[in-house]
């Protein structure tokens, strides 16, 4: 115990000077200097000649403090946090939402990358394949919320083999047809093209169920990385002349045809 600190020295608890609180968690003795002066992390004890002392509560606060940074707040949203109990749950909640979010798109990216390595000597691997992989890739993040990821896995999942050789067939005549259509200029209210209007819808509802916010969440993805898609889906298809009209084509089609 040290002797002639000031505070609650009748209590007794373990105290730290700052160098040795700085040896025992990896911090500098410059660093806890910042906290102290900025007021995040003072020493709750000084002994009679001034040096700081470190009591347990202050090791739990600085605790908090290397947490939050690890979360990539700063230190000013730190000091605001600690100061309003409520609102550091409610960031706290909030990234731990996004931990658990990260961690089953890993586990799922994991699954799925594995299967797709087994495959790699065998034949291209199907569309549902690609489906599920596509609902756990982030490249889904600013389009579908991690619910919707898991719809799309499990809506592949519940594919039936019958629905797996339809979806493979058909996406690509699908995907042919409108982009003729598209560079000839006919009209969406043409009966071929409400036609393909229609077999559009069906592989949309293979793809989204009955679910409208996924459905409209999947144009957004298609509007954003749809040419993508199509090197994928149509690999021997020149496609350098498709702008972004063609999904503006593809929308108004798909709303006539319903």
Do not use: N
């Not at 009209?187 to 559009?200: N, S, T, W, Y």
């Not at 957004?220 to 889906?233: N, P, W």
């Amino acid at each position: 115990m040290v002797s002639g600190v000031t505070g609650t020295e009748h209590v007794k608890q373990p105290r730290w000077s700052v160098g040795a609180l700085a040896k025992v968690t990896g911090l500098t003795v410059r660093t806890l200097h910042h906290y102290d002066e900025l007021g995040l992390l003072r020493p709750s004890e000084r002994t009679a000649s001034g040096h700081r002392r470190y009591t347990e509560p202050d090791l739990q606060r600085l605790y908090r403090i290397r947490l939050l940074r690890q979360l990539g707040m700063s230190l000013d949203e730190i000091g605001e946090a600690l100061a309003d109990p409520a609102g550091l749950r409610e960031v706290l909640t909030a990234h731990l939402e996004q931990l658990d979010d990260q961690v089953w798109r890993l586990e799922t990216l994991r699954r799925q990358t594995r299967g797709l390595l087994d495959q790699l000597d065998g034949p291209r691997p199907d569309p549902a394949d690609l489906l599920a992989l596509f609902g756990c890739t982030s490249v889904f993040d600013d389009s579908l919320s991690r619910d919707q990821r898991q719809a799309l896995f499990d809506l592949a999942d519940r594919l039936t083999d019958d629905e797996r050789r339809h979806l493979d067939a058909e996406w690509p005549k699908v995907l042919s047809a409108i982009i003729a259509h598209y560079r000839a200029a006919t009209p969406v209210d043409h009966p071929e093209v409400q036609a393909e209007g229609r077999r559009l819808a069906k592989i949309g509802r293979m793809f989204a169920g009955d679910d409208p916010d996924l459905l409209r969440s999947m144009r957004t993805f298609f509007r954003q990385h749809g040419h993508g898609v199509l090197r994928d889906v149509l690999p021997d298809q020149p496609l350098s002349d498709l702008g972004d009209g063609l999904w503006d084509y593809v929308s108004r089609m798909y709303a006539a045809a319903r």
